[in-house]
């Protein structure tokens, strides 16, 4: 027979033993940490090198989100993923990672506030402007989706809204929420990186020059060590990667198989290539047609399994350009009309390089095909829209055009690609041929290693910025002073020399994904009732029928249990 001091026992020893085992769990965690994501796409995930980057900080990054105060519930969204990912900074980091989130607006005094608003604006933090209709009122406020980090004396701004403009609202939320890793990472990488791998820029085919080059080349600056390289007589052993930006005169052949044998070397070329001679200074003509350059590197290129065409794209998405359209007076009339010579790139391949990006824009952009080579992944990067086409030369461009609407009917063409990533085995130019004059043979190289990379955008003028006619100094890469709108061409050409240099580095945070799980409105329509009764009625029940249950267990439990006394 069983008694209430055994049961009591028994009750103890199980708490104890309960106790215990939840010390011994705790030291166990306390000593091999982990972290276990349940979400199917590993949002809470961070990626191994990441990981890596902060668990080899040696001092405190601060991190200043100025996410806080009254946001609508996108945003809180936002917020509530920039938290979770900083907070998995800072256990991985060892808590060197220490953030904090703030209102801008909160500053006390307009002054105050007008004050410490600019001073974001000159990080690159820009505002957004929130509009919202609530109890029948318009409500409109100014908030600044970004981060300032700050490490050692130095700090740096970081856009937190990202992706691109021709999103949905609810799309672009969730390609800047799957950005926050790869933003706020490689911002700290950027502060604490001390060694910083070489690149350089090839100069002496007519390039772009330091002005126009000037908005590439302090993008460059934040990340590696930047320099002018000759072909054909500088070394090229310490580079890690080669910018070749719009080449207008031939290479001679040294300097062809100087490229060739860097390549062969497993080296990472990024080729911004103008087949076309066009530009917008010789467009005013109405009769001005653009014929090819000679640059005399096609034959390398189709050695390397490409060909940059000598055609021009049209795209019904495209930039605008101001032209004269009337005068009032003596003023002229001036208007945006939209310039299909330069495409607007809003199609992009499922690729470190390009996911998330937004929009980028083209000037006289020429399309690629690829040709037979063994060895080697050709990966097509960018593509046209759905009403597009490619023009062969000699190709018209005027200015007179633009007052004649281009109509989708003429734009039969869609999905046309004008950028290419090749990988793999290359195979040089000069196997089985006579090497230039004057070159040294005995270190020739016939095959490439794996890891060389080739990345072709048929235009040059991708990585040239604007330059401000008021003080003549540069504008920022990708930013159009007529539409006031700052494209994605700076990000596309950083994003493309992360990946070549350090292909498994921070640019693997670029293919998270989190996927978006909206509820179906129609179902919610017609299925309302049922499920306002499933969630209120059967939740009761179940509750009713564990009660009963419950009690009739008990009472066959407990009837017929005897104590001592009784059994006595």
């Not at 091999?32 to 990981?51: N, Q, V």
């Not at 930006?245 to 080296?267: C, H, I, T, V, W």
């Not at 235009?459 to 930013?479: F, K, S, W």
């Amino acid at each position: 027979m069983v008694s209430l001091e055994s049961r009591k026992l028994e009750s103890i020893l199980k708490l104890a033993v309960g106790i215990a085992a939840l010390v011994v769990l705790n030291l166990l965690a306390s000593r091999y940490f982990h972290r276990f994501d349940l979400t199917s796409e590993g949002r809470y995930t961070i990626k191994p090198a990441t990981r890596q980057m902060l668990e080899n900080l040696d001092d405190v990054v601060y991190v200043e989100v100025f996410l806080d105060g009254e946001l609508n519930a996108g945003f809180k969204r936002l917020q509530r993923s920039v938290r979770e990912t900083l907070e998995e900074f800072r256990i991985y980091s060892g808590n060197n990672v220490q953030y904090t989130f703030k209102d801008p607006s909160a500053a006390l005094g307009e002054s105050a506030r007008n004050q410490f608003m600019q001073s974001l604006s000159q990080l690159g933090i820009q505002p957004t402007n929130i509009i919202e209709e609530k109890d029948g009122q318009r409500n409109e406020r100014l908030i600044f989706p970004g981060a300032i980090i700050s490490y050692g004396g130095a700090e740096r701004g970081v856009m937190l809204l990202r992706g691109n403009q021709a999103s949905s609202p609810e799309e672009k939320l969730n390609e800047s929420i799957e950005s926050i890793e790869y933003s706020l990472a490689s911002a700290i990488f950027e502060l604490t990186n001390i060694e910083q791998k070489q690149v350089g820029i090839v100069k002496g085919h007519g390039e772009l020059d330091s002005l126009e080059s000037a908005g590439l080349e302090l993008a460059v600056q934040k990340h590696y060590t930047l320099r002018d390289i000759r072909l054909g007589s500088d070394d090229l052993g310490a580079l890690s990667a080669m910018i070749i930006a719009k080449p207008e005169q031939p290479f001679n052949e040294r300097e062809k198989y100087a490229l060739d044998q860097y390549l062969m070397s497993g080296g990472k070329v990024l080729m911004l290539i103008d087949k076309l001679q066009a530009n917008m200074d010789s467009a005013s003509n109405e009769f001005n047609y653009a014929f090819p350059f000679d640059l005399n590197i096609d034959d390398q290129l189709f050695r390397y399994g490409i060909r940059v065409n000598n055609t021009l794209i049209q795209d019904i998405s495209s930039a605008k350009y101001p032209i004269v359209i009337g005068s009032m007076g003596d003023q002229p009339q001036i208007q945006l009309i939209q310039w299909p010579f330069y495409p607007l790139i809003n199609r992009f391949a499922d690729h470190p390089v390009t996911n998330n990006l937004n929009a980028v824009k083209g000037r006289f952009m020429s399309t690629i095909d690829t040709v037979k080579a063994e060895g080697l992944r050709k990966t097509p990067l960018m593509f046209t829209s759905d009403y597009s086409r490619s023009l062969s030369a000699p190709v018209k461009v005027s200015i007179q055009d633009l007052r004649e609407n281009l109509s989708p009917d003429k734009l039969t063409q869609k999905n046309l690609p004008v950028a290419y990533l090749i990988e793999g085995e290359f195979r040089s130019l000069y196997e089985n041929r006579y090497k230039p004059e004057g070159t040294d043979e005995s270190s020739f190289i016939a095959r490439s290693s794996d890891d060389a990379k080739l990345l072709v955008i048929g235009d040059g003028d991708i990585a040239r910025n604007d330059i401000n006619t008021r003080n003549g100094m540069p504008q920022v890469l990708g930013y159009d002073p007529f539409e006031q709108t700052t494209f994605g061409n700076e990000d596309l050409l950083m994003n493309a020399l992360h990946f070549m240099i350090d292909e498994k580095g921070l640019i693997t945070a670029r293919n998270k994904e989190i996927e978006i799980r909206p509820l179906d409105k129609v179902k919610i329509a017609n299925e309302r009732t049922y499920w306002q009764i499933i969630n209120l009625i059967v939740p009761v029940l179940i509750l009713i029928i564990f009660g009963i249950v419950r009690s009739y267990w008990r009472k066959r439990k407990f009837t017929g249990f005897k104590t001592n006394d009784d059994a006595a």
